[in-house]
């Protein structure tokens, strides 16, 4: 399995903050829940993408074999909630974890697909600097906001992933990718100066891009490993709203239990660039050894990234799963107080 | 807290600010924190050694700061909350240190309740973003997530 040697996922962390709003209260506030969640996070009033992004890889770091961080080879942060639009986000996250100065950094910025460009894009560095204990970590978090009158703002959450790769005890090793770009205008964007997300809305236009650019990443991916959708146990989907991931996953010929143990929706809400990492994460939660998993991410404008992933012998070896954990519990908060946490108010 | 601190001096702190860096006696082996010109265990040391702490402790002491009685810097958070919690940690490695305690709600935080440090926004100004530790409750192992 020569061509299958390279870094690989040894290690991850997810973080959701411990704040939970209900559908329930937006039905209260306004009627009707415009997004098929259950309940989703609420960041805390100081708590951003870089808070989070720095929980969410401590939890990583815990959670697989020691590591000395001032050893980190490569850094790749993803989120589309920045807190600056000017000046470099990575330097907080380096500073907070002890990261070296020297470390390659990597920022994904501009759209939902950022979380699998960062793992891509850390893994390709990574690629590069094969020596033993060479290592790096993939953080993304997202906040992302749109205004309270603003159908869209329901679905939003908060949450945080990262991921520690390595060259040694890998868990899930990175075999294949394909990327698919092409213009598309007027989903989901956010000007240059803005906080708040908008969207045109035009669903049939805005469906048939995300199918497009997503199915075409993933057949991509299959002609390239020459394999089948079933010859793959885990699908990971986008998971913007609660459904266009599953519909895009019929249609390309996968079975509903290879898409729903990655499809979160309901619990985490749109948590922008995590949306698929927390789907992976939860696949490595449960994955054994020599199963496959393609992860698709689609960023409105439009892009799609597809990631072809084999779960190692390491899986399952010291099993401590994050997502069940991180979704757990949480103090539950109304309306009102969603909106003054959000700073909305 | 309350006082002004300038961006060059928050600079200057920020390993001890972002990820709890403190200084190792080379006279008497104490751990200082925040680090001391002179050690505060020996009162002698003046040559040290950085220490990566923990951020595991306990807390010792608590009061809840509500809203008109908020430094300014903090003012915008004690609207947002109504409250938030002081306390004052005892931190694993033996120097106590005053932090903000997160997500205790509206709950009286217990004392002797361990403790762990995470990364927080501490307060904004200028526009520039004072990110610093804060607490928050921890299970008996560490880490623990949020609800357990
Ligand atoms: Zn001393």
């Known amino acids: 399995m020569g061509r299958h040697d390279g870094p690989g996922i040894v290690a991850y962390g997810v973080y959701f903050p411990s704040r939970r709003i209900s559908s329930d209260e937006y039905r209260r506030a306004w009627g009707s829940c415009a997004a098929a969640i259950k309940e989703k996070a609420v960041p805390d009033f100081d708590e951003d993408s870089l808070t989070m992004a720095v929980e969410a890889s401590r939890r990583a770091l815990l959670s697989g074999p020691r590591r000395d961080p001032g050893t980190a080879a490569v850094l790749a942060l993803a989120t589309t909630s920045a ?3 000017e ?17 390659v950094t990597v920022e994904c910025t501009t759209s939902s697909r950022a979380g699998a460009e960062a793992l891509e894009l850390a893994t390709m560095v990574l690629a590069e600097k094969r020596k033993p204990g060479a290592w790096g970590l993939v953080a993304a978090a997202d906040a992302p906001r749109a205004a309270p009158h603003d159908p869209l703002e329901h679905g939003l959450g908060a949450g945080a992933v990262a991921i520690v790769l390595g060259w040694e005890d890998v868990l899930a090793r990175l075999v294949g990718r394909c990327s698919w770009v092409e213009e598309s205008l007027g989903e989901r964007f956010r000007r240059a100066g803005q906080e708040r997300l908008n969207d045109m809305g035009v669903r049939e236009v805005t469906g048939s891009v995300f199918d497009r650019v997503a199915g075409a990443a993933v057949g991509g991916l299959l002609e390239a490993s020459g394999l089948k959708p079933a010859d793959y146990r885990y699908l990971v989907v986008p998971q913007h709203d609660g459904r266009a991931g599953l519909q895009l996953a019929r249609r ?8 729903r143990p990655a499809f979160l929706f309901d619990r985490t809400g749109d948590v922008g660039v995590c949306s698929c990492l927390v789907g992976l994460a939860a696949v490595l939660d449960v994955a054994a050894p020599g199963e496959r998993v393609i992860l698709v991410a689609y960023g409105s404008g439009a892009a799609a990234s597809a990631l072809d992933l084999e779960v190692t012998a390491e899986a399952g070896a010291h099993r401590r799963p994050q997502v069940g954990p991180a979704l757990d519990g949480g103090v539950p908060v109304d309306y009102l107080e969603y909106l003054k946490l959000r700073r909305m108010l | 807290m309350g006082a002004h601190v300038s961006i060059a001096m928050y600079q200057r702190n920020i390993p001890l600010r972002y990820r709890l860096v403190g200084q190792r006696c080379q006279t008497c082996g104490g751990v200082n ?20 702490l923990s951020g595991r402790g306990v807390l010792y002491s608590w009061t809840r700061i509500a809203g008109a009685g908020a430094p300014s810097e903090f003012a915008a958070q004690a609207q947002a909350l109504g409250s938030f919690v002081v306390g004052l940690v005892q931190l694993e490695e033996g120097p106590r240190v005053v932090a903000q305690i997160v997500e205790v709600g509206r709950s009286a935080p217990r004392l002797g309740q361990r403790v762990e ?16 530790y804060k607490f928050r409750p921890a299970g008996d192992a560490a ?3 949020p609800g357990k």
Do not use: H, M
């Open chain 1, 83 to 85: 807190p600056y639009a």
């Open chain 2, 143 to 145: 880490p623990t997530p």
């Open chain 2, 33 to 52: 924190f925040p680090p001391r010109a002179v050690c505060s265990q020996c009162s002698k040391g003046t040559r040290f050694e950085d220490i990566q």
């Open chain 1, 252 to 259: 390309l010929g996968f079975k509903e239990e290879q898409v």
């Open chain 2, 117 to 132: 440090a995470v990364l927080r926004r501490i307060y904004e100004e200028d526009g520039v973003i004072r990110y610093g």
């Open chain 1, 87 to 103: 000046k470099a986000l990575a330097s907080t996250v380096v500073s907070s974890l002890g990261l070296p100065p020297d470390i």
